[in-house]
């Protein structure tokens, strides 16, 4: 784990701005690869953005489970916990950057080291102090435990919403912590009324 957030400084708009021309930042929505993206690393993910402004965006996957739980995570760090419902959490693959960093998304948002506190009931933590406070049964109630996150440059993903490369949908607390991993790329989509599977099927044909 790293002292460093990664957090994305917080742009503001002018107050003569027009508001014709304000762009739609994602911040605290989910992003939903479409059927026809073919990139390995978002193919059939949703992301949560948790910073999206004109300085880019920031994200986590939080549909690729990792072929590791919790517990050995814990025991890579030299952390020990003998708690049962830690054993088998599974950690995710965050995204392409920096995938030996870890993130922790949780609610609720608490006290920690290195918090981006992403509104009044999520959190985002990058410091060690969260993992052994999970060690002892003490962290916070909900989590998902993720290595590595998901990356955008200054309108890079504006100009990749244009090209119809991604859905963007409300955020949906159950989803994220209670959704088994493989159900929430429809789940996500169907809080759009969009069957993923059906635009699927309609891949490649005029």
């Not at 948790?50 to 939080?62: D, P, S, W, Y």
Request: no cysteine; net charge negative.
């Amino acid at each position: 784990m790293s002292d460093a957030s990664g957090q994305l400084v917080k742009g503001g708009l002018n107050s003569d701005t027009i508001l014709m021309t304000e762009p739609t930042y994602l911040s605290h929505q989910f992003l939903i690869a479409m059927p026809t993206l073919a990139d390995p690393n978002f193919f059939q993910t949703v992301t949560y953005i948790t910073e999206h402004n004109a300085n880019g965006a920031l994200g986590l996957v939080i549909n690729r489970p990792l072929n590791l739980t919790l517990n050995q995570l814990l025991e890579h760090l030299n952390l020990s916990s003998d708690r049962p419902e830690v054993a088998e959490i599974p950690v995710y693959h965050g995204g392409p950057v920096q995938p030996e960093q870890g993130f922790v998304l949780h609610s609720p948002v608490g006290h920690w080291g290195t918090t981006l506190r992403v509104n009044n009931d999520i959190g985002i933590t990058t410091s060690r102090d969260i993992l052994q406070a999970v060690a002892r049964g003490e962290g916070p109630d909900h989590l998902l435990v993720a290595l590595g996150y998901a990356g955008w440059g200054p309108g890079q993903l504006e100009q990749e919403m244009a090209d119809n490369a991604w859905l963007s949908s409300p955020f949906d607390f159950d989803i994220v912590f209670a959704t088994p991993s493989d159900q929430r790329w429809l789940a996500a989509a169907a809080l759009l009324g969009i069957d993923l599977n059906l635009l699927s099927s309609h891949v490649g044909h005029a």
